[in-house]
């Protein structure tokens, strides 16, 4: 099946350090999202991208929609403690018309205080 | 108003059980999806519904598997004759379909584990 690459697998930075995360695949898609998963809770919205070259801030975070449509990446800048967690990508892919998603591996970010 | 909610949060069970999940989509989300992560992964596709239209089972992962949603609000996702490979983080998400794209709001999951 589709699949989508995400990387790094995981961080552990120093706080106020920036944090860059992307995601790739070989298939092109109309969405782009970010969420984030704290320890025993479902995944939470971060930032959606609608258009291929979009760029979308969400406070201390920015993401971007490749021009391809095969990629995203998101950056977290001056991190804090807070920003722990598993960070997802995920897509729907441009042939889908069900809003089903395909979620990257996730990105595990440690944040030392 | 409340987010989606799942229920139970945890389940232990033993192998050959069947267990039943249940999700209680965001009102008015038209619809329903149903993800299973397992540790350290990222979330697996199981089965979308979207109001009166056939699902889309295309993931779930074997015949022990299935789900409904009556009425087109509540759904349970039932696992016939548990395995140890069926323990996992059964995530349900609702949006509301409305032109190409509509974001997943995510209940909190249950948690499976299979003894």
Known sequence: GQQLNQSPQSMFIQEGEDVSMNCTSSSIFNTWLWYKQDPGEGPVLLIALYKAGELTSNGRLTAQFGITRKDSFLNISASIPSDVGIYFCAGQLYTSNTGKLIFGQGTTLQVKP | GAGVSQSPSNKVTEKGKDVELRCDPISGHTALYWYRQSLGQGL??????????????????SDRFSAERTGGSVSTLTIQRTQQEDSAVYLCASSYLKGSYSPLHFGNGTRLTVT
């Not at chain 2, 979308?48 to 992962?61: E, H, I, R, T």
């Open chain 2, 44 to 61: 697996e596709f199981l089965i979308y519904f979207q109001g009166n239209s056939a699902p889309d089972k295309s993931g779930l992962p």
